[in-house]
C-alpha cells in the first residue's frame, strides 16, 4: 500500500462490523490509524462520529478518513457539511477511483449494510492508492470550496 498516512475512522453501530475489518486490514499493513468509535455495536447516532471524524480532517490533522454507517448516506451528509471536506460515498470500484482521481476525495463512505466485507476491502485499498489528477478537476473542486451557506 502507497498511502501509509495515519487514517481516521468513525461509525455507527450499523457500520461499526465493517469498520472493525477495515482497521484490522490496514492495521495489518502497518497503517495507522485513530479510531473515533463506536466501540460496540449499540445503537448510536452516525451524526456523533461523522462529525468527530469531518472535523478532524476539515482542521487538517489527518489528510485521509473512513466512515461507515448503514447505507453511507447519513454520514456523507454529515461530514460534507465540513469545510475542506470532500466525502465520497462509494459502494463500487469505479466510483472509489474516480473519486480520488477527479475530485481527490478525502473521506471514504462505505455502507455496511450495502457491501461486503471483502468489496470493501477492495475498495479501501484503490482508494487509498489513487493519486488525484489535478489540473481541470483541481479548478472544479476550488469553485465549490469556497461556497459558504449557498454563496459564493
Ligand atoms: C441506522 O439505522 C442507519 O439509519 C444509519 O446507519 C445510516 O444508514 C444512515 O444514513
Given at each position: ?6 487514517i481516521i ?67 456523507s451528509m ?53 493519486p488525484f ?20
Amino acid at each position: 500500500m502507497k498511502n501509509t498516512s495515519p487514517i481516521i475512522m468513525g461509525s455507527d453501530h450499523a457500520g461499526y462490523a465493517l469498520k472493525e475489518f477495515i482497521k484490522d486490514y490496514l492495521t495489518a499493513l502497518n497503517i495507522q490509524i485513530e479510531d473515533c468509535g463506536p466501540f460496540n455495536e449499540d445503537s448510536v447516532d452516525y451524526s456523533d462520529f461523522g462529525i468527530q471524524v469531518a472535523r478532524k480532517i476539515s482542521s487538517g490533522d489527518f489528510k485521509h478518513g473512513i466512515l461507515v454507517c448503514g447505507t453511507g448516506l447519513g454520514m456523507s451528509m454529515v461530514a460534507n457539511r465540513f469545510k475542506n471536506v470532500r466525502a465520497a460515498l462509494c459502494n463500487d470500484l469505479f466510483s472509489a477511483t474516480m473519486s480520488r482521481r477527479h475530485n481527490d476525495a478525502n473521506i471514504l463512505v462505505l455502507g455496511g449494510r450495502v457491501i461486503g466485507t471483502e468489496l470493501a476491502k477492495e475498495i479501501v485499498r484503490v482508494w487509498l492508492e489513487t493519486p488525484f489528477e489535478g489540473g481541470r478537476h483541481q479548478r472544479r473542486i476550488q469553485k465549490f470550496d469556497t461556497i459558504k451557506d449557498g454563496s459564493i
